[in-house]
């Protein structure tokens, strides 16, 4: 299994590195190839084909073979979004960092292709990792969760915006007095993010009372 990570940070994870490197890199399969090509040079005999990835930076593929990757980051499922490419929140250390050993369950690796244009047969394993190679990253994983909660407390702010745009145009049929308390109750909503910023969770914001 192919991974590709920044500062030991998982950027993607593939059984073929071409794809891996395509997943890192943002690319469809159409721009991968048209990359592909402004980096591969043919040498003498005409044939062989060389790849120089040394103008590559911003990321790192490693190989990992002692160890049942997709076991494992499924053992850190809470740790990977669902996006599609996943983000994970997970370090990857070629150097084993952790001592503890971990029993996997018999599971099943789906038939696929390897690097070479093989293919592999479906097949039935179990593991026991010692000294794995992931461990989670806890501070990524927050930062994406208190993310994650801002986005939605944003959007049900814009919500409530828009629901009372109606309330400031100029054929407004509200009196001056309640048109002020609905400007008031909108300021409040603009400033909510800075005025609320140590907030972590949806449930955790104080809205502004709207006006009767």
């Not at 850190?76 to 084993?96: F, G, H, Q």
């Not at 461990?135 to 927050?142: Q, R, V």
Request: include cysteine; proline fraction near 3%; charged fraction near 30%.
């Amino acid at each position: 299994m192919f991974i590709s990570h920044k500062s030991n940070v998982i950027q993607s994870v593939h059984e073929i590195e071409g794809q891996c490197r395509r997943l890192v890199k943002g690319l469809t399969k159409e721009e991968y190839k048209v990359w592909l090509d402004s980096v591969t040079s043919i040498v003498k005999p005409v044939g062989n084909e060389v790849v120089d990835y040394s103008g590559e930076t911003g990321y790192t593929i490693v190989e990992c073979t002692d160890e049942e990757v997709e076991a494992r980051l499924q053992q850190l499922r809470d740790y990977w979004t669902d996006d599609s490419p996943a983000v994970y929140n997970i370090k990857y250390y070629a150097s084993k960092r952790d001592s503890e050993i971990v029993d996997v369950p018999a599971h099943t690796i789906a038939a696929h292709t390897d690097e070479d244009g093989n293919d592999v047969a479906e097949e039935d394993v179990a593991a026991t990792y010692v000294q794995t190679h992931f461990i989670g990253d806890d501070a990524a994983k927050d930062a994406r969760l208190l993310a994650d909660q801002w986005k939605m407390i944003r959007l049900e702010r814009d919500r409530l915006l828009a629901n009372s745009d109606w309330t400031q145009g100029s054929d407004s049929p509200l009196a001056s007095g309640k048109k002020t308390e609905w400007a008031t109750y909108r300021t409040k909503l603009r400033t909510l993010p800075a005025d609320q910023s140590s907030k972590k969770t949806y449930a955790d914001i104080t809205w502004p009372s709207q006006p009767s």
